[in-house]
């Protein structure tokens, strides 16, 4: 019975989790879907360590660029990084609040910064309401 309860608990919490896609050709094809220009980098393909020493990040598996151009600008977009555990994104998340909140990102576009389990991402609003949907 004590199984029984643990397995419909844990199946409840899957099923009302956010629904972020989860690999990075699906969040490829949800996004070309709506238009946007979708860029991936893997560790396997792509050296991310420069991107790990410049942002002080450790443990980057994937970073996925989601964007729309409008008027030969970016309007809107959404950067994923992808990490190898939880604890990296963790401090990758609070790396990227600490750094808007003190003004240190001057993007002006960068309304949201979203944590889920080894992922962050963050951009504007709307991009990141289509991808989570």
Same mark, same amino acid.
């Given at each position: 019975?004590?199984?029984?309860?643990?397995?419909?608990?844990?199946?409840?919490?899957?099923?009302? /989790?956010?629904?972020?896609?989860? %690999?990075?050709?699906?969040?490829? +094809?949800? $996004?070309? @879907? &709506?238009?946007? /220009?979708?860029?991936?980098?893997? %560790?396997?393909?792509?050296?991310? +360590?420069? $991107?790990? @020493? &410049?942002?002080?990040?450790?443990?980057?598996?994937?970073?996925?660029?989601?964007?729309?151009?409008?008027?030969?600008?970016?309007?809107?977009?959404?950067?994923?990084?992808?990490?190898?555990?939880?604890?990296?994104?963790?401090?990758?998340?609070?790396?990227?609040?600490?750094?808007?909140?003190?003004?240190?990102?001057?993007?002006?576009?960068?309304?949201?910064?979203?944590?889920?389990?080894?992922?962050?991402?963050?951009?504007?609003?709307?991009?990141?309401?289509?991808?989570?949907?």
């Amino acid at each position: 019975m004590k199984k029984l309860i643990y397995i419909l608990l844990l199946s409840f919490l899957i099923l009302t /989790t956010s629904c972020l896609p989860n %690999k990075a050709e699906t969040v490829k +094809d949800k $996004m070309k @879907k &709506d238009g946007y /220009t979708v860029e991936i980098y893997t %560790k396997d393909k792509f050296n991310l +360590d420069m $991107m790990e @020493k &410049d942002f002080g990040y450790t443990n980057l598996n994937t970073v996925i660029n989601v964007f729309k151009f409008t008027e030969e600008r970016i309007d809107e977009y959404v950067n994923i990084l992808i990490f190898d555990n939880k604890e990296s994104a963790k401090a990758a998340y609070n790396k990227i609040n600490e750094q808007k909140n003190n003004g240190e990102i001057k993007d002006q576009t960068l309304e949201e910064i979203k944590i889920k389990g080894t992922w962050v991402y963050y951009g504007t609003k709307s991009t990141i309401k289509k991808l989570e949907k």
